[in-house]
């Protein structure tokens, strides 16, 4: 009974603290998984929402709800803002995916954006950045710094975004460093410094001197720093403040122009239903600055192969690429096309351990 | 799979410290519930402990300071949850949610300039000798002094409640309030005594996850701790050691699944990952199948004139 009750509390504040809307602009709403001061992915997507701000100004107003939990509750903060009147919806993370697509159902003159899913409506649309192309010059990097040649991978949710990082992260390390080894832990959450601290730690002890993480906030570069002499990199955010630390790079999600894009094709009554994937070469995946613990012939290297990418003349999973099992994948020269990608659930060969179904 | 990859000296070790926030919050609600009050606020409290802590250590640059003034700013907190409910006579329940709430928006408040700094770190009490005992020096000895002041604490209460006079009159509080009032006890100063040595305890542990297990500041970052440690006393049955029992156990399996996972062992992660509650959960309600019951006047609201 004590459960129910405190859960029954827990949602009448958390729907008290969405605000009331006023009528005559444009209502823009985002749910967001973490705090926007996450350091990471929330924050990132927040800088985007206070860039629809700006510009827009007057015409506009934004509200949002930060850390809701993926599931029921979602649907719950989602409908609370349909029904306040907002006009535009961004839902940014994969677990919204359901809730999104169900109470789009419920609102059809109100719009939606999911980030990082697959299902789209009349009035739903998805959107993503290839953050494979930014892992691939991260593998390109930690291949190329581990000394130890294991390099720890602090996995979410066993998702196809997550697992094409960890492909990618691995196919380009492998490249440069055939001798290189992937440690995987799942931490089965987005956003929990104690347990992403706890999981690099774990990795770090076992003997990884390079982490790639793909949770949200900085803590995995904190326990990196208290380790010393390990290598790690921004994720979502620039993570800047550990520049002097052991970030050596990062890969920087830029949604300003999208949600400044949608905005606006929602004002003019042009919007339409689209899966939007964009990376390197259109803007919306940043390398942040690689730092002078870098070997310059390295950090060369990872800005040709960032050129490359934001060019399309390479693309990040090109043959030959053989799966975990040994089956051919993908033929010499052959490139990954965005079905399989958008849906990959395998590991490519020479990763160990099984993906958690 | 590669078991050799896992050193048990450093995973026991590692359980002590991810035990800890869990332990404090744990101890100082047992405190707090013993006395017949029902505190859901420890999320928020230790929040405001972690900011607190941190923000002190930060501007002092000292550690010891910063737990200091966690524990204040944590027991600060708690006495506004005493005021509603010992003087307001406000429900517990609702009062304890707010407090949460309250605390994890005043911290994300406070913390807005601190993001992203590191903080000087804890010093390691590598005491001399027994910390160079090979296995036992690695796993007991070798740790900041905040995880021995969490099992001096468990000990301390167990032998104020059990041995002392305080502890009596604290329990007869706890077990019908109406019979303390009638004896003459100060039944609404030592609730709210109690009350604010949960939150001195709860701030304590949410400052060791901003000052030593993370190191930093980020909004949120308790993640749900505390309602791991409100769990705990539940299953404890009120007993100080089970308390710090169940911590271990919930610290250490999680550390020790992380590890399972790093090594590949070939355990579904699902089930690794829920492990650490359920193993949790199993051994506690083993444990109290004993006739430990809850204090009987937890949560009701006392009026000396009803």
Redo the contacts between chains.
Sequence with gaps: MRLNHLLATAAVALGMATSAFADDKTKVGFVYVGPVGDGGWTYEHDKGRLAVEAEFGDKVETVFVESVPEGADSERVMTQMALQGADLIFTTSFGYMDPTINVAKKFPNVKFEHATGYKTAENVSVYSARFYEGRAIQGHIAGNMTESNIIGYIGSFPIPEVIRGINSAFIHARKVNPDVEFKIVWAYTWFDPAKEADAAKVLIEQGADVILQHTDSTAPLAAAAAAGNVVGFGQASDMAEFKDGPRVSSIIDDWAPYYIARTRAVMDGTWETMSTWDGIGAGMVGIGEITDKVPADVKAEALALKAALADGSYHAFTGPINKQDGSVWLADGETADDGTLAGMSFYVEGIEGDIPQ | MDLS???PA?LLA?LLV?AT?ILLAGIGELVVERAGVLN?GVEGMMITGAICGFMATIVTGSPALGFLFAATGGAALSFLFALLTQYALANQ??SG??LT?FGLGLS?LL??DY????PP?TPQLDIPLLSDIPFLGTVLFSHDAIVYLGIALVAAVWATLKYTRVGLVLRAVGENHDAAHALGYKVVRIRVLAIMFGGACAGLGGAY?SLV????W????????GWIALALVVFASWKPWRVLLGAWLFGGI??LQ??L????V?I???YL?MSPYIITILVLVIMSADKSRAPASLGRIFHASS
Aim: aromatic fraction near 0%; charged fraction near 10%.
């Design positions: 990859a896992i050193n450093l590692s991810a926030p859901l329940v609702a949610l707010a709430l994300s913390g807005q993001v992203g700094l590191k770190s996850i297990r993370v190191p930093q980020t909004e949120g970052m308790t993640a749900g701790a999680n550390v992380l590890n996972q790093a090594a590949g070939a579904p992660v699902e990952t």
